[in-house]
């Protein structure tokens, strides 16, 4: 696996190891082995979730005020343009955001700390995205910040306007939202 640093450093675009030959592929979608010796991230997985969505869905930005979770994402269907971010007031990088695309082709996975927001577009016809988090969902501790935030200034690569859930139309502005210490 190989690991690459973004803009903001806490955030980590992985890339696994693909063994492939003309019968398909094999890889190691997560080794909790490895993931500790190449990013020294030692936050336990509790929950792996599995979303289909179809072109044009935007899902976020999302995060929990209580029970932050850390993401690790991927797509094992389709295309998506992935969005981490930086929720924490004390961090430097506060109110910056970094995305990748992430596709069932390029096999990247995206690493979305604990303190940061998160969202996707999916840009092919429809997308498999599957996300292992550090800590249990909980409802009533999630909060949602518009996805279009003049403050955050986001780059989604879309030039129609996304599809989005009841949640993410009554979202906050960024400059309401709850945010970390």
């Keep these: 696996m190989k690991v690459i640093t973004t803009k903001i450093p806490e ?13 398909g592929f094999f890889m190691e979608s997560f080794n909790q082995a490895v993931w500790l010796e ?4 030692e936050l336990p997985f509790v929950q792996d ?16 005020i209580r029970q932050p979770q850390g993401k690790l994402v991927r797509v094992v269907a389709g295309e998506v343009f992935d969005v981490a971010v930086d ?22 996975m995206f690493w979305v700390p604990p303190g940061f927001g998160h969202g996707f577009l999916v840009l092919s016809e429809r997308a498999d995205f599957l996300y292992k988090a550090t800590d249990f969902y909980a409802p009533e501790h999630e ?21 989005l859930s009841e949640k993410d139309l009554m979202a906050l502005p960024f400059s309401q939202a709850e945010t970390y210490e």
């Excluded at 190449?38 to 991230?41: A, D, E, P, R, V």
């Excluded at 969505?53 to 995060?63: A, C, P």
């Excluded at 909060?143 to 599809?163: C, N, S, T, V, Y």
Aim: charged fraction near 30%; proline fraction near 7%.
């Design 38 to 41: 190449k990013t020294g991230i």
């Design 143 to 163: 909060r949602a910040i518009r996805w279009d935030d003049p403050d955050l200034q986001i780059g989604w690569p879309f030039e129609e306007k996304p599809e």
């Design 49 to 64: 979730n599995h979303s289909r969505s179809k072109r044009g869905v935007l899902r976020g930005i999302h995060y929990q």
């Design 11 to 23: 955030v980590l675009l992985l890339e696994p190891a693909v063994f492939g030959d003309e019968r």
């Design 87 to 108: 929720l924490r007031r004390s961090a430097p990088t506060f109110g910056q955001w970094v995305g990748a695309y992430l596709s069932e082709a390029n096999k990247q």
